[in-house]
């Protein structure tokens, strides 16, 4: 690869010394949740810190399964925010097609700008309203409900997100199809749906990593194991005798692993998705 | 606030419509959007909105599970204690500090990562991997790194003869809000990075040649070439990395529960604390109407703006 003529030999060690620095600092966290994680753990707080623990054990790990219904809430896990990804693309991917493809009053104004609104009101303030009303429905401690109130955090960035993949197919594509005598119903199944396969899989990714860790909304709606995911099962580690760091840490390495992978893999669609479709 | 008709957009984004005429789209098409409006409407908007009008017009007591009608009683207590007020403040502290670190730490990472040098990918995919991390977990994590008389971090700046003996980071108001704002940082500096990146790959390679033929200084280049180039995409970054700080809680709720004495109590600790701890369900409504109107505010200065410009971020 071609330098730029005009580095110098100081900027590109200083380029160097910063980079590497900010990896340090940036992997440091990650590493010190592993080591805690596989430490013994009269060395999880020892002064001077132990960097490379002396005793590896899986002790942790095992305990969350054994003890804590670790497979549960994983799995809880596991299916909430899949199930939450289905059903804001089943209701978003709709919608997203129609701003697309058609023209109505209040489109950009009224419908996608009210739908931005959403992502950006905080969940705090509507908690309490939310908690009440899923009293009165059944819904507290109940995956269920975690799913409705994951798919409304997903829908607006579906929405923006799927309209912008479904810009991209050129319109003669359906229209041909359409003048074949198929109804454009058929159209959406055969044609729209079809080429925006991927843009799907990237959304359902977008959508999982963006809901699996979130805290505060299964803090308040779930009460129970049976119900809960791994953010707030972390959170009831830390108990009145002391906190359970190992176990919080081997938790952390488990959740970690999926969407870490997400990330190096999926990054330029998730850009997409951070930036409401707008970015490419 | 309007886009240009739907089309316009279209033609804007992929050049690629010459559709139908208008008059046949309009059809049914447009009531597809319905379920999932109204799904927005009525659960995220609609419901939460009334239900918090209304409650922050009723005190309820926890002893007789009644509700007495006070009228704006709840606005004036709540602006007449500190709490709310002080609570605001920290949120806009960690809010300005955060978000001017992150976008630093972004524009100057993110320019070297642009260029060309041995192990940029490695770099790229290591510096990117906070954003993968669980917001409480790393409030533990974090915990652990500034635990009193065990911290690593002590023991480092120790060594480095930058401090001496154990650091109250959690127990002084503003190192532990330096702790809360670092835990934010630590997490979403990767997040500006790769948006940042994003941008950048918009600007041709000319015109970096073109600045050198012009003989620009690196700092010239980046003033009138480069950030304008990516001047929106940084607007948007910020934005919605200021609307989700003004959300913050996840870390807060593990390292320092708002404490020490609210010295880090953002406003979502605050409502979460007044409806689900004290239950002072008219407080924490009155207190989230007050936050949405700011919302409502900031949107429809800053990100209607921001969003209606898109089609030149591209």
Redesign the interface.
Known sequence: MRRIQSESVAYRVFRAVYLLFFTVIFLFPIYWMVRTSLGSRTETLLYPPRYFPQHFELGSYARIFHDMNGSIVIWNTIRVNITAAILALALGIPAAYAVSRFDFKGKEGGFMFTVLSTRFLPPATALVPIYFLYVKLGLVNNLAGLVIAYAGLNLPIVIWVMRSFIDEIPRAMEESYMLDGHSRLGAFFKIILPLSLPGIAAMFMICNFLTWGEFLLSAVLTTTYTAQTIPIAVAQLEGDIGILWQQICAYGVIATVPIALIIVFFQRYLVRGFSFGILK | ???P???A??VG??G?????P?AK???W?????W???L???A???V??FF??VY?SLFSYSMLTGTSTFVGFQNYVDLFAQPDYANSLLTSLIILVAALSIETL?GI??AL??N???RGKVL?R??????????????G??????F?P????ID?VLNMLGLAHGVIPWLQDPWKARAVVILVDV?QW???MI??IL??LSSVPKSF?ELA?LDNMS?WQTFWRITLPKIKL?LA??ML?RA?DL??Y??PI??ITKGGPQSATET???L??RF??KAFA?GY??A???F??AI??V??FLV??RV??R?ES??
Do not use: C
């Not at chain 2, 098409?29 to 959007?33: A, E, H, N, P, V």
């Not at chain 2, 533990?140 to 790194?145: C, T, V």
């Not at chain 2, 008389?149 to 690593?152: D, F, I, L």
């Open positions: 606030m309007m886009l008709a739907g089309n957009a279209v984004l992929g690629v419509d010459e559709g139908l208008v789209k309009r059809s098409g447009f009531l597809l959007i379920p999932s409006f799904y927005l409407l659960f995220l908007i419901y939460p239900y918090n409650q730490l100057t990472i070297m990562l260029q060309d040098f770099a995919m290591l510096l990117i991997l906070p954003l993968g991390t669980i917001p409480v977990v790393n533990y994590i974090f915990s652990l790194l635990f008389s065990a911290s690593p023991h630590w500096t990767s997040f790769i948006m994003a941008g970096y050198r690196a995409t948007l970054a919605i609307m003004i959300k809680f996840d709720f593990a406003v979502s600790h409502i979460y409806g689900f369900i924490a409504s207190g989230s109407i936050v949405w919302i409502w900031m949107s990100i209607s969003f209606t898109k971020l591209i």
